[in-house]
């Protein structure tokens, strides 16, 4: 099996988060997930993102899916 390649997805979570006066325990809270999911996510190392979670960042931040995930291009 080759080696996985870099994901080239960025996030975004922390410049959210900021802008909205909320913490990652907050929005966690909100969402119904733990903190370190989320860190995982807001860290870049997230392999994967379910919609459901997806749909409930975007309705706490008041956002859609790409202010909060953007393709970097080399």
Known sequence: MPPEEPH???CHLD???E???LTLAELATRVGVTVA???VLK???ARAIRFSTL???CREL???PGDL???AHD
Do not use: H, K, V, Y
């Open 8 to 10: 080239q997805i960025e």
């Open 15 to 17: 410049r959210l988060l």
């Open 19 to 21: 802008e909205r006066g």
């Open 37 to 39: 999911n989320l860190s």
């Open 43 to 45: 860290n870049d190392r």
């Open 55 to 57: 749909s409930a960042i």
């Open 62 to 64: 008041d956002c859609q």
């Open 69 to 71: 995930l953007t393709c």
